[in-house]
T-cell receptor
Framework: GAVVSQHPSWVICKSGTSVKIECRSL??????MFWYRQFPKQSLMLMATSNEGSKATYEQGVEKDKFLINHASLTLSTLTVTSAHPEDSSFYIC?????????FGEGSRLTVL | AQTVTQSQPEMSVQEAETVTLSCTYDTSESNYYLFWYKQPPSRQMILVIR??????QNATENRFSVNFQKAAKSFSLKISDSQLGDTAMYFCAFMKRGSGNTGKLIFGQGTTLQVKP
C-alpha cells in the first residue's frame, strides 16, 4: 500500500524559533497533500491544501504567514511554523491522495516552550 | 458547506460484543464518499471503511460494516465481535467526488471507543 512518512515525529523548540515538518510520499507521486492540526482528543482540522508547483490553499482562519507550506516536488511537502509560540503546540498530520484513498503520515508532535 | 456530526463523544463495549457508532452529515452534493477512520493511541490514522454515495449497498470490511442512509444523511459504523485492538478514536469523514475533487476530507468530532476485557 501507499506510504506517507512525516519527519520529525516529535520536536521541541523555544518560543520565537521556526520549525519545519516534512511530509513525504514514499512510493507514489502526490500532486496534492493536506495538512491538518489536531488538539488532544479533538478532531483533525484542515489547515491547508498543498499543491505541487503552486501556492498552498489555506482554510479560513489559518495564518498563511505563520504556517508556510511548500510543495517542492511530487513527493515532498513541508510545513514551517514560523516564530512559534506555545499556542502553536499541537499534533500536525499530513495526508496525500493515491487513487481513491487518502494516506496519512504518522503525525508530528510540536511542543513550543 | 459540508458538515459531519458525531454525537457520541465516548462509548464503551465489552470484548466480543457489538457496538454502533453514529454519524450524520449535511451536504448539497449528490456525489461523494464517506469514510470511517480509526486513530489508535499511536495516532496513526487508519482507514476502516469507505462508502460511495451512489452505491446503495452498505460497505463491509470483515467485522466492520456501515448502515448508509442517504436520504437521512446518516452513516453509522457497526463493529462486531469487538476486540481490544479496536480501542481507538473513530472519525467519520466526508469527501466530495467528481471534477475538482482534490481529496479534501471533512471530519466529524470523533468518538472515543473503549473495548473492555
Amino acid at each position: 500500500g501507499a506510504v506517507v512518512s512525516q519527519h520529525p515525529s516529535w520536536v521541541i523548540c523555544k518560543s520565537g524559533t521556526s520549525v519545519k515538518i516534512e511530509c513525504r510520499s514514499l512510493d507514489f507521486q502526490a500532486t496534492t497533500m493536506f495538512w491538518y492540526r489536531q488538539f488532544p482528543k479533538q478532531s483533525l482540522m484542515l489547515m491547508a491544501t498543498s499543491n505541487e508547483g503552486s501556492k498552498a490553499t489555506y482554510e479560513q482562519g489559518v495564518e498563511k504567514d505563520k504556517f508556510l507550506i511548500n510543495h517542492a516536488s511530487l513527493t515532498l511537502s513541508t510545513l514551517t511554523v514560523t516564530s512559534a509560540h506555545p499556542e502553536d503546540s499541537s499534533f500536525y498530520i499530513c495526508s496525500a491522495r493515491y487513487r481513491l484513498e487518502l494516506f496519512f503520515g504518522e503525525g508530528s508532535r510540536l511542543t513550543v516552550l | 458547506a459540508q458538515t459531519v456530526t458525531q454525537s457520541q463523544p465516548e462509548m464503551s463495549v465489552q470484548e466480543a460484543e457489538t457496538v454502533t457508532l453514529s454519524c450524520t452529515y449535511d451536504t448539497s452534493e449528490s456525489n461523494y464518499y464517506l469514510f470511517w477512520y480509526k486513530q489508535p493511541p499511536s495516532r496513526q490514522m487508519i482507514l476502516v471503511i469507505r462508502q460511495e454515495a451512489y452505491k446503495q449497498q452498505n460497505a463491509t470490511e470483515n467485522r466492520f460494516s456501515v448502515n448508509f442512509q442517504k436520504a437521512a444523511k446518516s452513516f453509522s459504523l457497526k463493529i462486531s465481535d469487538s476486540q481490544l485492538g479496536d480501542t481507538a478514536m473513530y472519525f467519520c469523514a466526508f469527501m466530495k467526488r467528481g471534477s475538482g475533487n482534490t481529496g479534501k476530507l471533512i471530519f466529524g468530532q470523533g468518538t472515543t471507543l473503549q473495548v473492555k476485557p
